[in-house]
């Protein structure tokens, strides 16, 4: 008569050569497996290039020739101490590194100046003609080519202010075009991630879970538990890994060719833009993602060896 | 009901007699309701969960519709019992052809369980049963759908495991077989409404089955069998 008392050693023997027999029927449905995880992972890796390039679009600073990005146009009976007050109030603001107030002859004369030999057509100009203005610079750092509309918006409401101008160049209106379209892209794209990633791990975990009638059959033939059990998790997270190396390569090379083609913004250190944070997110979501289909690959099994052994 | 090594059984019953059930408490694959069942003095209920697949272990159990893995080819099926046993591959192989051979189904090693008919199917579940020379053998009706020769052959494989030293319960509602059982030295018993008639000791609350022969001395016996 064979022992009676459990040894884990034995146990895991027979979990070895059932996993040897996995492996020669369930050939098909592992190769789905890997299929899906690593789909899954290339899909969020495309989705991250994408958020990249929205953070990467929403660094580049605005250009301008005096630092000046904002010019706010004065009212013309503004009193000069409501003048000073409103420039003290700007200066205040987080985002403002200086202002910079240009009275309505000072700015004729730049006109001049701007105008060079064509000065002549502001000969007779009466005084006043030009508006006291403020030029406002924004503070340095990590910039927002869309962060000028932000604070337009609000001097517009400010009392004593006219109107408002963004100087901006064209590749700056590009790059605001660029940063709002990247960002409901990646919006969207993470939408789509997330359920193409469900949808994955559905699928593999529905090929990887056992028939809870071979788990009934296996164990009436001795296997234990784990036996019967562990193979399905070890192999839900092999799977896992395999698949998220498969399409973190993948995710690289279309990285690779994002930047080949312009597409994604050459980066100026020429290193591959991922970061330490993003990373780690990657490697937990792998670690998930296994432990999920490991999961999904156990409960059944255990489910039918607990109607077997409830049967009465 | 007592079950001894080397001693055939036969379980004569017509439907609903309680056969199946008998069988499965016997094999540890179903609580009973009451009383106690014991192998090799082990009471079932006294055990841990945990330990009950290796009480199995030691039950060779053919059911009246013999199920298999349809992913896996009849050979891998009946090396089922043996890798349960962490029994190395090359040796499983050889002691599952050897039990298929027992019952004239070597031919069968390589198909799919799906495309045998119920009579090889119950040929290569009587094979798994026998691949890992249990102690105990349960069988459910195990001449059905068989031929005549087939049946006689599924008997005389039967009776060269009791003398083996092999405890045999078998259930049959089949009239010819259980007669062919008997006159081969089994022991009747009739089963009716889940009541054993006719034996010596009525069934309820008890149920007892004695297999002898240690781990080492069955393991050794074995491996000198091979050629």
Not at chain 1, 70 to 80: G, K, S, T, W
Not at chain 1, 298 to 306: E, K, L
Not at chain 2, 173 to 197: H, I, M, N, S, T
Request: contains cysteine; charged residues 20%.
């Amino acid at each position: 008569m064979r022992g009676l008392s459990p040894r884990p050693s034995i146990a895991l023997r027979g979990a070895w050569a059932l996993r040897l027999l996995d492996l020669g029927c369930r050939r098909r449905r592992l190769a789905v497996t890997l299929g899906c995880c690593a789909f899954a992972v290339v899909t969020l890796t495309i989705l991250a290039a994408i958020a990249f390039r929205a953070t990467w679009v929403q660094a580049r600073s605005v250009p301008t020739g005096d630092g000046a990005e904002l010019v706010a146009f004065l009212r013309d009976d503004l009193p000069v101490a409501s003048r000073d007050a409103l420039t003290a109030a700007l200066v205040r603001l987080p985002e403002v590194a200086r202002v910079r107030l240009l009275g309505g002859d000072e700015a004729l004369s730049r006109m001049r100046r701007d105008l060079g030999d064509r000065a002549s057509v502001l000969d007779g100009v009466e005084e006043g003609f030009l508006p006291a203005t403020l030029e406002i610079a924004l503070q340095p750092g990590r910039q927002g080519a869309d962060r000028a509309d932000a604070i337009a918006w609000r001097l517009r409401r400010m009392e004593g202010i006219t109107d408002v101008d963004l100087l901006r160049t064209a590749d700056d209106e590009r790059l605001v075009r660029a940063e709002v379209t990247s960002r409901r892209a990646g919006r969207i794209g993470i939408g789509l991630a997330l359920a193409v990633a469900a949808l994955a791990l559905c699928l593999a975990a529905l090929a990887l879970r056992r028939p809870s009638s071979d788990a009934r059959l296996l164990s009436g033939l001795g296997f234990t538990t784990a036996a019967i059990a562990v193979p399905g998790a070890i192999l839900g997270g092999m799977c896992a890994v395999a698949g998220a190396l498969i399409g973190t390569c993948v995710g690289v090379l279309a990285l690779r060719v994002g930047f080949a083609t312009g597409w994604l913004t050459s980066f100026p250190s020429g290193r591959l833009p991922v970061a330490a944070s993003s990373m780690v997110g990657s490697l937990l979501l792998v670690v998930l993602l296994g432990a999920s289909l490991g999961w999904w690959g156990w409960r059944p099994s255990g489910r039918g060896m607990d109607e077997l052994e409830s049967a009465g | 009901m007592e079950a001894h090594a080397g001693q055939f059984l036969m379980l004569e019953g017509g439907r609903a007699a309680g056969k199946t059930k008998l069988l499965e408490i016997a094999g540890a694959r179903r609580r009973p309701n009451s009383g106690a069942v014991c192998i090799a003095d082990h009471d079932l209920a006294t055990l841990q969960r945990d330990s009950l697949p290796f009480v199995r272990r030691n039950v060779g159990f053919v059911e009246a519709r013999p199920r298999f893995i349809s992913q896996i080819s009849v050979l891998d099926n009946v090396m089922l019992p043996l890798a349960a046993c962490a029994e190395p591959v090359a040796w499983a192989r050889e002691a599952a052809l050897r039990a298929l051979g027992k019952v004239g189904a070597v031919g069968l090693a390589t198909w799919a369980p799906g495309a045998l008919s119920a009579s090889e199917l119950r040929l290569a579940g009587i094979a798994r049963a026998l691949a890992g020379t249990p102690p105990l053998l349960l069988l459910d009706d195990p001449s059905a759908s068989l031929t005549a020769g087939d049946s006689g052959a599924v008997l005389s494989v039967l009776f060269g495991a009791v003398e083996s030293g092999a405890a045999v319960v078998c259930a049959s509602a089949d009239l010819a077989f259980v007669a062919a059982a008997v006159r081969g030295g089994a022991r009747r018993l009739r089963l009716e409404g889940g009541c054993l008639l006719g034996g010596p000791v009525p069934m309820t609350p008890s149920m007892s089955v004695v297999a002898g022969g240690g781990a080492s001395e069955r393991a050794s016996a074995r491996r000198q069998a091979l050629p």
